[in-house]
């Protein structure tokens, strides 16, 4: 019954449906980035300088040169390692046995040629226009390497996501933990763990981050846990307070009085009851997690190239907004905010519907 009110209350509240979708849809984005991105190679990280910081809808014309020493492997959750050579060009001119080409964007007027021997095959001028001439669009433009805006924008929600996933579990399992144990048994381990996280309290958060950053090593991972590691105190101040809270009350003596174990009066009786603060506190520490992650990228010791990160991306392009480019910078930018205005607005919703006290 407690949970059909709950569930009732969730649909009757718009911005919790809308938030909720919201975070599903990047959540299915993120997972299925390379299904959808248009460029499918691994990071997204397929380069052609010559049509570098182009606008969005811009298009224009590939010639894909095979490698046959190198054989491309393709995977659908972890992108294509791409053997071949994809080159941006202007002009195409046939000849007997070869084809001649002009880059995209080569101010003089020089053709280089190659023969019909380098694509597999194909032997005629028809095969070749068909399966390796066509045209490419960049919906969201391209990035000062020349890379797919779109394609990096969605391979780059993975690392929002993921690490807002891996924060909050790293955050609640020591959280958790430590303010159940302060809680319940009090004491000098009550004191003890208090100033612990009174110490941890006092250290400036991205302060903390960069440390333990710098002290693991920078990358992937190593983030993810440096950003887990600094957003258990508040977890463990709520669960400690909630915890002496509840102890006190009358089924918890009672429990005492028929013999139950310390563990299993905390894990079985107390604890249940602390899960609705912590699912507001979660949701507000996922938006944390992802500002942190993208402030790390712009300070270069978040997600390293060419992993993409909106953080980075962020970082790679933010002098475009003097440069009459805005966009490229701006995208990225409004990724961030809308993901972490989404999870702030399915806390404030969540606090309502469970009508708990953070």
């Not at 052609?48 to 393709?74: E, R, T, W, Y």
């Not at 053997?83 to 002009?91: K, L, R, T």
């Not at 957003?231 to 009358?250: D, F, H, N, P, T």
């Amino acid at each position: 019954m407690e949970f059909k009110r709950y569930f009732f209350r969730f649909k009757k509240d718009v911005w919790a449906i809308g938030s909720s979708l919201f975070i599903l849809f990047i959540s299915l984005f993120a997972i299925f980035a390379y299904v959808l991105a248009p460029d499918k190679t691994k990071f997204a990280n397929q380069m052609h300088l010559s049509i570098h910081s182009k606008p969005p809808g811009f298009s224009c014309k590939m010639l894909l040169i095979p490698n046959v020493d190198q054989k491309a492997q393709s995977s659908v959750f972890f992108g294509r390692l791409n053997a071949n050579e994809e080159i941006p060009v202007s002009d195409i001119r046939w000849l007997a046995s070869s084809l001649e080409y002009k880059r995209f964007g080569n101010a003089i007027d020089y053709y280089e040629e190659i023969s019909f021997d380098r694509f597999p095959l194909v032997q005629n001028k028809t095969d070749i226009a068909s399966q390796y001439i066509y045209k490419k669009t960049f919906l969201l433009g391209t990035d000062k390497y020349g890379r797919d805006l779109l394609s990096r924008l969605l391979v780059g929600s993975r690392i929002s996501i993921s690490i807002g996933f891996v924060a909050v579990f790293i955050s609640l399992i020591v959280g958790v933990s430590l303010g159940a144990i302060a809680g319940y048994f009090g004491g000098w381990t009550d004191r003890l763990i208090l100033w612990l996280i009174n110490v941890v309290w006092s250290i400036p958060t991205l302060l903390m981050v960069i440390a333990i950053t710098l002290a693991l090593g920078r990358g992937y991972w190593q983030v993810f846990v440096a950003v887990g590691l600094t957003m258990w105190v508040e977890v463990a101040r709520l669960v400690r307070g909630q915890v002496k809270s509840i102890k006190e009350g009358l089924f918890i003596q009672a429990s005492t009085a028929l013999g139950f174990s310390r563990i299993r009066i905390l894990v079985h009786h107390i604890l249940p009851l602390v899960i609705a603060p912590l699912i507001v506190i979660s949701a507000a520490n996922f938006a944390s997690a992802i500002l942190m992650e993208s402030g790390l990228s712009f300070l270069g010791i978040g997600a390293q190239p060419p992993m993409p990160s909106w953080g980075g991306m962020v970082k790679d392009h933010f002098r475009y907004l003097l440069l009459g480019k805005p966009y490229l910078a701006i995208l990225p930018g409004l990724a961030i905010m809308s993901l972490v205005l989404a999870f702030m607005t399915l806390g404030n919703s969540l606090r309502d519907i469970l009508d708990v006290k953070v």
